[in-house]
């Protein structure tokens, strides 16, 4: 049986202590002791059977139901009357003063409307005896003032469209704007009782926005049980919130992308990059995942462009997920808690990442006051990004192996319920096709040099059949010496090879991007450095020769270079040529001849 104290008692009356107090000294409650900390080494208590029927049911929530459905009957005004008088009681109970000189005091401040001690008498008894709202509620006029509200429809209006915005103004603010334009309405505190009956997820989405909206939407608490390992993939990315040291001694924040089985939460594929993660580093990391684990049934993806590309993208034939059987499911946009991946970063941060001294946060506002420091400062005590990654995969290791308490884990570990419930294991049988897939696909038109790509020429002589024709090109970025190229019907052509390939290792994408950036800064270089006026060699010797018979050259301002027919009939003679043999150009063999002319 539930024994009260005075305090939880007061509390359940919503009075005073002291009220309580007096009405034990009145005995108006029965009372018992228990053993305690107190006079004589006892307690007080009050059982609670010994209350009214009415604070019993408020005690165990019964009342909260039934106060809801009586409360709803009534008019936002009636319910303000009422807790206006049941904050005048409890008002009256703190002030300490006399029925006659609290309400003598009360009326003279002008703020409410004037009340009588009889009426005081009256509003006191009622809470007294464990009343609620709904008994102080004026009821007198029936059902005609139900429902009713007193300000105009179109000054609410007016203040509505002012409130609800993302600039959050108050209440007070749009109150005094709408004011001016509506002198008569009623007073502030009737727009406060109004907006009390605005729908939170309304405020939410027109106060917040639609990202506080989409988050704060209730979310299923799914069940795994019925699903088994390799049944279902999530996929993300996640920057971590440590520092560390890139190959060329500089500071930067590691991205991960990461494969997750549904079931076992086993991190199945794993890729860290410091580069801002692309549909590259996701086809990667799942041909990773799938060469240890095999495929899964369905991926569960990320609304990112990079997810949305079309090797993902069902409906395009030579898509990874079409080739191999699997389905795509795309989360809610902006609503993390669709991605149960999400939990396992947060895990992931708490035990692997802040283990390091280079630790930021998640944003600035939470980074430890030691890492508000230089960049030259943090790379001093930051770890490379060699030994990052092999500390990472280390705690992979050790996360696969700890007892997890999460839903249906059942105290497992995630490579125990991993192993448990794998019935069937898909893969791939030919692993270079694996590679491939997982590769880049591009469109080209084919040439008479065959198909370019990052600035190369791919070649083979079956592609002079498509010379004109769109083609599907697919490459591995490990190695792009070679891709394979698809017609329009997704038919395969051949293999092209790279006019120009790089010694001694296969040449990646990565290879031909930096590549690219390092002839950038040569070109600039050059511009930077070229010449106000430039001559060719013509011009150097026609100078010459008219100085040696005293002529001044004409000045020239501006030169169009004119490339004739006969240049480039000369360029095809000379590949030709040196097709054939190693002897001398036909450009030489004019030079030669000129020169001799000229001497």
Same mark, same amino acid.
């Given at each position: 049986?539930?024994?009260?104290?005075?305090?939880?008692l007061?509390?359940?009356?919503?009075?005073?202590?002291?009220t309580?107090?007096r009405?034990?000294?009145?005995?108006?409650?029965?009372?018992?002791?228990?053993?305690?900390?107190?006079r004589?080494?006892?307690?007080?208590?009050?059982?609670l059977?010994?209350?009214?029927?009415s +604070?019993?049911?408020?005690?165990?929530?019964i009342?909260?139901?039934?106060?809801?459905?009586?409360?709803?009957?009534?008019?936002?005004?009636?319910?303000h009357?009422?807790?206006?008088?049941?904050?005048?009681?409890?008002?009256?109970?703190?002030?300490?003063? &006399?029925?006659?000189?609290?309400v *003598?005091?009360r009326?003279?401040?002008?703020?409410?409307?004037?009340?009588?001690?009889?009426?005081l008498?009256?509003?006191?008894?009622?809470?007294k =005896?464990?009343?609620?709202? !709904?008994e102080?509620?004026?009821?007198? @006029? @029936?059902?005609q003032?139900?429902?009713?509200?007193?300000?105009?429809?179109?000054a609410?209006?007016y203040?509505?469209?002012?409130?609800?915005? %993302?600039?959050e103004?108050?209440?007070?603010w749009?109150y005094?704007?709408? #004011?001016?334009?509506?002198?008569?309405?009623p007073?502030?505190?009737?727009f406060?009782?109004?907006?009390k009956?605005?729908?939170?997820?309304a405020?939410?989405?027109?106060?917040?926005?639609?990202?506080?909206?989409r988050?704060?939407?209730?979310?299923?608490?799914?069940?795994?049980?019925?699903?088994?390992?390799?049944?279902i993939?999530?996929?993300?990315?996640?920057?971590?919130?440590?520092?560390?040291?890139?190959?060329?001694?500089?500071?930067?924040?590691?991205w991960?992308?990461?494969?997750?089985? *549904?079931?076992?939460?086993?991190?199945?594929?794993?890729?860290?990059?410091?580069?801002?993660? =692309?549909?590259?580093?996701?086809?990667q990391?799942?041909?990773? !995942?799938?060469?240890?684990?095999?495929?899964?049934?369905?991926?569960?993806?990320?609304?990112?462009?990079?997810y949305?590309?079309?090797?993902?993208? %069902?409906?395009?034939?030579?898509?990874?997920?079409?080739?191999?059987?699997?389905? &795509?499911?795309?989360?809610? *946009?902006?609503?993390?808690q669709?991605?149960?991946?999400?939990?396992f970063?947060?895990?992931?941060?708490?035990?692997?990442?802040?283990?390091w001294?280079?630790?930021?946060?998640?944003?600035?506002?939470k980074?430890?006051?030691?890492?508000?420091?230089?960049?030259?400062?943090?790379?001093?005590?930051?770890?490379?990004?060699?030994?990052?990654?092999?500390?990472?995969?280390?705690?992979v290791?050790?996360?696969?192996n700890?007892?997890?308490?999460?839903?249906?884990?059942?105290? %497992?570990?995630?490579?125990?319920v991993?192993?448990?419930?794998?019935s069937?294991?898909?893969?791939v049988?030919?692993?270079?096709? +694996?590679? +491939?897939?997982?590769?880049?696909?591009? %469109?080209?038109?084919?040439?008479?040099?065959?198909?370019?790509?990052?600035?190369n020429?791919?070649?083979?002589? #079956? +592609?002079?059949?498509?010379?004109?024709?769109?083609v599907?090109a697919?490459?591995d970025p490990?190695?792009?010496?070679?891709?394979?190229?698809?017609d329009?019907?997704?038919?395969?052509?051949?293999?092209?090879?790279?006019k120009?390939?790089s010694?001694?290792r296969?040449?990646?994408?990565?290879?031909?991007?930096?590549?690219?950036?390092?002839? #950038?800064?040569a070109?600039?270089?050059?511009?930077? !450095?070229?010449?106000?006026v430039?001559?060719?060699?013509?011009?150097?010797i026609?100078?010459?020769?008219?100085?040696?018979?005293?002529?001044?050259?004409?000045?020239v301002?501006?030169?169009?270079?004119?490339?004739?027919?006969?240049?480039?009939?000369?360029?095809?003679?000379n590949?030709?040529?040196?097709?054939?043999?190693?002897?001398?150009?036909? &450009?030489?063999?004019?030079?030669n001849s000129?020169?001799?002319?000229?001497?």
């Amino acid at each position: 049986m539930p024994m009260l104290s005075v305090s939880e008692l007061a509390a359940l009356m919503c009075c005073s202590e002291s009220t309580i107090k007096r009405r034990i000294r009145n005995k108006e409650f029965e009372i018992s002791y228990i053993p305690g900390a107190g006079r004589g080494g006892k307690q007080l208590r009050i059982p609670l059977e010994s209350l009214p029927q009415s +604070l019993q049911e408020k005690y165990y929530g019964i009342e909260k139901e039934r106060k809801e459905e009586e409360l709803s009957k009534f008019s936002n005004d009636q319910l303000h009357e009422a807790n206006e008088k049941k904050g005048c009681v409890l008002e009256y109970w703190r002030s300490g003063l &006399s029925p006659e000189d609290f309400v *003598a005091r009360r009326n003279a401040d002008g703020y409410y409307s004037p009340i009588t001690v009889g009426q005081l008498y009256a509003w006191q008894r009622i809470i007294k =005896n464990g009343g609620d709202l !709904a008994e102080l509620v004026d009821q007198r @006029g @029936g059902r005609q003032r139900r429902g009713k509200t007193s300000i105009p429809e179109d000054a609410w209006e007016y203040f509505y469209s002012l409130y609800m915005t %993302q600039q959050e103004r108050t209440v007070t603010w749009c109150y005094r704007q709408t #004011k001016i334009f509506f002198p008569d309405i009623p007073s502030e505190k009737t727009f406060q009782r109004r907006v009390k009956t605005i729908p939170p997820y309304a405020l939410l989405y027109y106060r917040k926005g639609e990202t506080a909206f989409r988050d704060a939407l209730p979310s299923m608490v799914r069940s795994r049980s019925d699903i088994e390992s390799n049944d279902i993939w999530f996929s993300d990315h996640h920057l971590f919130d440590v520092f560390v040291r890139n190959s060329k001694g500089k500071v930067c924040r590691p991205w991960l992308t990461a494969f997750f089985d *549904a079931r076992s939460n086993m991190l199945v594929g794993a890729l860290i990059r410091e580069e801002y993660p =692309n549909s590259t580093a996701v086809k990667q990391c799942f041909r990773i !995942a799938a060469e240890q684990y095999g495929l899964p049934n369905e991926v569960y993806f990320d609304n990112g462009k990079d997810y949305r590309s079309a090797s993902f993208n %069902q409906e395009y034939p030579q898509s990874l997920v079409r080739q191999l059987g699997i389905g &795509s499911i795309y989360a809610t *946009a902006y609503h993390g808690q669709a991605k149960t991946v999400e939990r396992f970063f947060g895990t992931m941060e708490r035990q692997f990442g802040r283990m390091w001294n280079t630790y930021a946060g998640s944003d600035a506002k939470k980074r430890p006051e030691c890492m508000r420091t230089s960049n030259k400062k943090i790379a001093e005590i930051a770890p490379s990004m060699e030994e990052f990654v092999t500390a990472f995969f280390l705690w992979v290791q050790e996360y696969h192996n700890t007892p997890s308490r999460g839903n249906d884990m059942h105290g %497992q570990t995630p490579q125990q319920v991993y192993n448990a419930n794998l019935s069937c294991r898909r893969v791939v049988g030919d692993l270079d096709a +694996l590679r +491939l897939l997982c590769g880049n696909t591009v %469109q080209r038109t084919v040439r008479k040099n065959g198909i370019e790509l990052l600035n190369n020429f791919y070649y083979n002589d #079956k +592609l002079l059949a498509h010379v004109g024709q769109k083609v599907t090109a697919l490459y591995d970025p490990e190695n792009i010496d070679v891709v394979a190229v698809f017609d329009a019907e997704n038919n395969a052509i051949c293999w092209a090879k790279a006019k120009l390939v790089s010694p001694f290792r296969h040449t990646t994408e990565s290879d031909y991007r930096e590549a690219a950036k390092q002839k #950038k800064v040569a070109w600039a270089q050059v511009r930077a !450095a070229q010449p106000v006026v430039s001559h060719s060699i013509q011009e150097l010797i026609t100078k010459k020769q008219l100085e040696e018979i005293g002529m001044e050259p004409p000045n020239v301002t501006e030169q169009v270079k004119v490339t004739p027919q006969t240049s480039r009939n000369v360029e095809v003679l000379n590949a030709e040529r040196a097709l054939k043999d190693d002897g001398p150009s036909i &450009s030489e063999i004019l030079m030669n001849s000129y020169m001799k002319k000229g001497g």
